[in-house]
């Protein structure tokens, strides 16, 4: 049996969709294991995914051929994905290591569904965390004169590990605009929830002077608007007046792992469709 593929797609909604696709893998010999959708009555929209197993050979070349005609016919802007093909990850850090500790766990127990291929920062400090999972690490300092040059730098390693998501795990640096272009939809970002009310430094101390009882964090994809791409997943938890702020930093990190993680995972697995400046998520 061949391995499994996930066809997505987005389209005009109008009868017959489901039927169409349907027809089209029941003749290629496919077997559907699993089908989600999404009819968007603002858009007017359909989303949908679907995952099958082909009962012969099958390649992306063969199944574009097979599709095209219902493509074009619903005006469906699509994509197969290989399942046995593993993504390629780029994690970016900084100095702070809860993010990249936790993703390198899932990716060594193999619930991570994809490959870390290489670890950037802008500091050395996280280099032995790399080292002991057989990470290869780069360090790329970046200060004001500097930033184009590690950008461009960024880019080609993006290039010359074949890289097809890259995970700003706490990474504390801005990326320009048209570095947040050239990555457009494969580029998940980590930060609190609390913004914009407590921006800049120490923001879970600000939230504790303001007596938050929620602490939170917000994965999404990178954009050229600050903290502002389309959300993927968030992850809440409810604290009280017991905590003190250094409480509340070590419940954010917690969720911060947990959002990222979460958003990552999906990405992987073809389950997040963009929907304007929202997501779909078919979890």
């Not at 003749?27 to 929209?45: A, K, N, V």
Request: glycine share 6%; proline share 5%.
């Amino acid at each position: 049996m061949s391995d499994p593929f996930v066809l997505t797609l987005a389209c005009p909604e109008r009868p017959g969709i489901v039927h169409s696709v349907s027809s089209v893998l029941v003749e290629l010999g496919c077997d559907i294991t699993e089908h989600q959708q999404f009819d968007d009555p603002l858009s007017g929209r359909v989303f949908l995914r679907t995952s099958f197993q082909p009962l012969a050979p099958l390649t992306e070349e063969g199944f574009a051929e097979h599709f095209g005609a219902t493509a074009r016919a619903f005006g469906m802007s699509w994509r197969l994905h290989d399942m046995s093909v593993r993504p390629r990850l780029l994690v970016m850090v900084s100095k702070f290591d809860h993010c990249l500790s936790d993703l390198l766990y899932r990716w060594r127990s193999g619930s991570l569904g994809a490959d870390i291929a290489l670890v950037v920062s802008n500091h050395d400090t996280l280099r032995p965390m790399a080292d002991a999972a057989g990470v290869r690490f780069e360090h790329v300092p970046v200060t004001k004169d500097t930033k184009p040059a590690a950008e461009a730098r960024l880019l080609d390693l993006v290039d010359e590990h074949r890289i097809d998501l890259v995970v700003l795990a706490r990474y504390m640096q801005v990326l320009s605009d048209g570095l947040c272009k050239r990555l457009e939809g494969r580029a998940i970002n980590i930060h609190h929830s609390f913004l914009p009310s407590f921006a800049g430094a120490r923001p879970y101390h600000q939230a504790y002077e303001r007596g938050v009882k929620l602490v939170g964090a917000t994965a999404h994809y990178v954009t050229p608007d600050l903290d502002e791409g389309p959300i993927i997943e968030q992850e809440v938890i409810r604290v009280d007046h017991r905590r003190s702020p250094e409480d509340l930093v070590a419940v954010g990190r917690d969720a911060e792992r947990l959002a990222l993680a979460r958003a990552v995972t999906w990405h992987c697995q073809n389950r997040v469709l963009l929907n304007g400046n929202r997501t779909v998520i078919f979890n």
